[in-house]
């Protein structure tokens, strides 16, 4: 039941693009992603409920596909500050309140 | 203004001591849940509070572990008989409403070292 986030690792420089992906086997009510930096908490970037909703948040958007249960993470001209941990949280259609979470992306944006 | 707020940070516990880890929420949050993060791993679903009502405590890894939020704000997660494997990060998250659909704002989480 655990999405699956690909890919694990990407590694860019500053000023490039990068998409992360979130896959779902079970059909999904909602799609939460988070940053989170080597040590600290994670980081609320966005939600995105089932509709094939489309959100942006600085130079950061995503999308939710419903019909393949899928979410992704745009990130454009990336900055140094973007390097993290990208996490997927996903809230599965039934109510089930609480959030199960991929395994993560470490994104590192080089000078 | 602070947000969530864990106690202690760094824990390390001999295998079969007893710990207690505590999260101070964003006053006024109604929900407040707890999360296991393994190292290079995702959080991991705990627990679930509404208020004071535990909602949801399907994540709990075995009877060991015990929370509580007795009066709605601050909450405690137990840990009897600590064992090797229960060596992780755990998070707080609180959140305004009632429902996971909105923002939750994480703790900088308590490291716990079993030996």
């Known amino acids: 039941q655990q999405p699956v986030q690909s890919p694990q690792a990407v590694i860019l420089r500053e000023g490039e693009d990068a998409v992360i992906n979130c896959s779902s086997s079970k059909a999904l009510y909602s799609v939460h992603w988070y940053r989170q930096k080597h040590g600290e908490a994670p980081v609320f970037l966005m939600i995105?409920?089932?509709?094939?909703e489309q959100k942006g948040h600085e130079k950061i958007s995503a999308s939710f596909n419903e019909k393949k249960q899928q979410s992704s993470l745009y990130l454009t001209a990336s900055q140094l500050s973007y390097s993290g941990t990208y996490f997927c949280g996903t809230e599965f259609q039934g109510g089930s309140e609480k959030l199960v979470f991929g395994k993560g992306t470490k994104l590192t944006v080089n000078p | 203004g602070a947000g969530v707020s864990q106690s202690p940070r760094y824990k390390v516990a001999k295998r079969g001591q007893d710990v207690a880890l505590r999260c101070d929420p964003i006053?006024?949050?109604?929900?407040l849940f707890w999360y296991q993060q393994a190292l290079g791993q995702g959080p991991e679903f705990l627990t679930y509070?509404?208020?004071?009502?535990?909602?949801?405590k399907s994540g709990l890894p075995s009877d060991r572990f015990f929370a509580e939020r007795p009066e709605g704000s601050v909450s405690t997660l137990k840990i009897q008989r600590t064992q090797q494997e229960d060596s992780a990060v755990y998070l707080c998250?609180?959140?305004?409403?009632?429902?996971?659909?909105?923002?939750?704002?994480f703790g900088p989480g308590t490291r716990l070292t079993v030996t």
């Open positions: 998250a609180s959140s305004l409403f009632g429902q996971v659909i909105y923002e939750q704002y």
């Open positions: 006053s006024g949050h109604v929900s």
């Open positions: 995105l409920l089932k509709g094939g």
């Open positions: 509070f509404q208020n004071e009502a535990q909602l949801d």
